[in-house]
């Protein structure tokens, strides 16, 4: 934030009228911009008040922290910098730098450190106080090189160590942590020394909006998150357990996954901090439980609740979620690595944090972990926090089932700008058609595989018909996501293979190939040659909504009945370039 922003922050605030907030600021330099800054902070956060930030005396910080508990003030901001605790370490004094007086420069430092605690112990008794340690490089008072670490600057990084963990046990004490200073402002950008030397206000105003924002973030903590939703395949782990069984799905280094290790770790931590963890997966709720209880598994079912694995849209298995823990989608973070499922959910609940879970991008991940942590940490533990999940738990148990219906699924999918390529394929086929039909499991019509050659063969049929889907909308491309393959005898279609990416599910792709199909190839009706699998019951479910008698190898749908009984679909045109056969493919 600039000063003139801040500026116009505290001008454009409430009337006169409004009830004022005080806060203290209490350092030893000229507070200037600080107290700006700080109070454009302020108001941002609490747009109702009219905040006001006192300050006292310049150089005087033991006799500024006394006036924090006279005032009637709301908290107090205490910035100390290394002048502070000696006034040889200031660069407005010329106290001397003499190897010599290093030594007492240390002593003094350590007893000014006993009585700010003492200090600070006394006045946090009645408001909340924030804090910040010297941010300012260590002026080159020692004799040694800069490179190298001299006695002064450990001795003085080992009180100021000591001080910040005394003061973080302090009850309504918080401390600006260092290193998100560090990562903020840069040791490098912080000290302005002509303003220094000038006004007696040692910071850039770059330096100075970070800590003004830090403090405020102390003093006025945003609402932590009650809970996280997470996504179970290609972000709890490695890998797509539906399809990839558990040998398959990994969290470690020598698989190149660990970061899906380091994910568990911290939700485990943020579950015995008292953060609800629950799991949203597109997935066969056997394969989820089984998955589970790996023993390998950093973060254990028992913290998972509840889990929802099923093949309706997230925002479904979310609102579950939401009713059974008993919050409100404000209150919650949902992680994902599909960014079109992240906006589904967030088209359903606005209110909801929806965070990117970037797959295969190690820094990416660590910044989530990071973010998470902020959204969800709070400066205390309390025994409510570690009996929140056992008493979810109750609740929902006692809690009548719940229902749902597709209102937010309709309004998402016709905004969604829905676009599908119907690609037909010739003997010259695209690898990913094979790899798709050998490796998709839940939505396959009887687990049919292939090999290379087979497949090649099955395409050089005069008969043969087959076709290559890819789908994308306006959040993105989920690429090529279904192989629909069969024989044409006259108007009907024998549909060999057919197979939809579990990444897929949920936007009615299966029902617009359908639509396409009979009216591009002039069908009258479709034979699917339908085989039980332990994990096709998606298939099933499908065939059975559009058959009178149980879907088998020769489930027949007629036209008639497809166009009457199938759902509204918003798919724009979709494409379609024809090879039917060996010779037209050439």
Known sequence: M???????????????????????????????HLATL?????????????????????????????????????????????GDFDQRLGLR???????????????????????????????????????????LPVPPAAYTPGWMQSDLSAELRRLMANFG??????????????????ALSPLATRLDVKSYLTTGFPYRVAHASVLADLLVRLLKPPAAKKG??????????????????????????????????????LLRSLAGAGVLIAAASRADQSTVEAGLQ??????????????????????????????????????????????????????????????NFPTGDENGIYALLEKLRDLCGKPLLSEEDRLRLATVRTAATLAEPLAHTG??????????????????????ADPRALELVNKTNQFNLNGRRYTEGQWLAFLAREDARAFLVSYRDKYGSLGKISVLAGRLAGATLHVDTWVLSCRAFSRRIEYAVLDHLFDVLDLDAMVFD????????LVRDFLAAFVSDEPDAASRIPRSVFTEKRPRLFFRSPALEPQWTVSKAN
């Open 2 to 32: 600039k000063i003139t922003e801040a500026l116009r922050i505290l001008q454009s605030a409430n009337a006169p009228s409004a009830p004022a907030s005080t806060f203290f600021l209490a350092c030893g330099f000229t507070p200037l």
């Open 38 to 82: 700080l109070g454009a902070h302020l108001q941002g956060q609490l747009p109702d008040r009219r905040i006001q930030v006192q300050t006292g005396l310049y150089g005087d910080l033991p006799g500024n922290l006394g006036l924090i508990a006279k005032g009637d003030h709301e908290g107090a901001a205490v910035v100390f910098e290394w």
């Open 93 to 135: 004094d010329l106290g001397g730098w003499q190897p010599a007086e290093l030594p007492d420069v240390i002593a003094t430092s350590a007893f000014r450190v006993e009585h700010f605690l003492e200090t600070l112990e006394r006045v946090s008794a009645r408001l909340p106080i924030a804090a910040c340690l010297p941010t």
């Open 165 to 182: 963990a005394k003061l973080s046990r302090l009850a309504r004490v918080r401390v600006v942590d260092p290193q998100r200073t560090e």
């Open 228 to 265: 996280v939703i997470t996504d179970l395949d290609n972000t709890l782990w490695l890998g797509i357990l539906g399809e990839d069984g558990l040998d398959g799905v990994s969290w470690d280094l020598d698989h190149k996954s660990h970061m899906h290790g380091l994910y568990q770790q």
């Open 294 to 355: 790996s023993a390998d598994l950093l973060l254990p079912k028992d913290c998972l609740f509840p889990v929802e694995a099923n093949w309706e849209p997230k925002s479904y298995s979310v609102g579950r979620i939401l009713r059974t823990w008993g919050v409100g989608a404000e209150s919650v973070v949902f992680v994902d690595d599909s960014p079109t499922e992240l906006a589904e959910v967030q088209a359903a609940y606005p209110e909801i944090e929806c965070l």
């Open 407 to 428: 209102e937010r699924q309709e309004a998402f999918l016709a905004q969604a700008d829905q676009e599908l390529s119907v690609v037909s394929l010739g003997t010259v």
């Open 530 to 537: 339908y085989q039980p699998t332990p994990k096709n019951h």
